[in-house]
């Protein structure tokens, strides 16, 4: 058995646990085969769509960098421990605020949206309630989870490019599940898939500890 801890910004993807254990060993290759078909989006976040390491996720075994071994030929022993650490793609100097101040219309701004956290392939934004967001009934308009969808989705892209450039929506799909009223609104968009001229991500909305909403996105890169 070899023991895989999960650091804090991927734990959504193993219903909140810090460690996971699975029965492979002998390669890491063979662990990450296995992290793939138990839990398929923590193994996205992991490896990309050739089953490479993605750029900035790091990963260790029993405290070895793998990429100064032997990457995922690197040896797993049995009852070894395998850690992953992802780090911010834009790095230290990344700053999705300003990404939000610098390129979006004055109508997105007002919307109050700030970032939580972004990381290689993901983006987090708080959308804050307002009654100014509120449609008849007292609930929060659509178009604002839909843009704030959007938003997020540069953000995540931006992220994992480290930096911001030209892109544009060519599609977004949103579901509404329930209501949200006089609270914030978290939106994590999670790229599915970033090439160079496409991106695929994957948006969750929470508010509290609901899930208001859900949408898909692709964007061209330009």
């Known amino acids: 058995m ?6 804090g910004a991927l734990r959504s993807e193993v219903d909140g ?4 254990t699975v029965d492979a060993h002998g390669t890491l290759r063979a662990v990450l085969d296995e992290v793939d078909s138990r839990w398929p989006r923590l193994g996205r976040r ?5 089953g490479e390491l993605r750029r900035y996720v790091n990963v260790y075994v029993d405290g070895e960098d793998c990429r100064v071994l ?6 797993v022993a049995a009852n070894a421990e395998v850690q992953v650490i992802p780090s911010v793609a834009g790095g230290a100097d990344f700053d999705g605020d300003a990404i939000l101040a610098a390129n ?7 919307l109050g949206l700030t970032v939580e956290e972004a990381g290689p392939d993901f983006a987090t934004l708080r959308l804050p309630w307002s009654d100014k967001l509120a449609r008849e009934g007292g609930a929060m308009s659509g178009q604002a989870l839909m843009a704030a969808a959007d938003t997020a989705t540069v953000i995540a892209i931006s992220s994992a490019k480290g930096g911001f450039g ?5 599609q ?9 009223i006089g609270k914030d609104v978290l939106v994590t968009s999670r790229l599915t898939k970033l090439g160079r001229s496409l991106a695929f991500a994957e948006i969750t909305m929470t508010a509290g500890d609901a899930l208001v909403a859900q949408a898909t996105t692709v964007y061209a890169i330009l």
Not at 2 to 7: D, G
Not at 17 to 20: I, P
């Open 2 to 7: 070899t023991t895989v801890l999960i650091p």
């Open 17 to 20: 646990a810090s460690r996971v």
């Open 46 to 50: 992991i490896r990309d769509e050739q």
């Open 70 to 75: 032997s990457g995922q030929e690197t040896e």
């Open 104 to 110: 979006f219309a004055p109508w997105v701004q007002e």
């Open 166 to 170: 030209p892109m544009t929506t060519v």
């Open 172 to 180: 977004l799909s949103t579901t509404f599940q329930r209501p949200v």
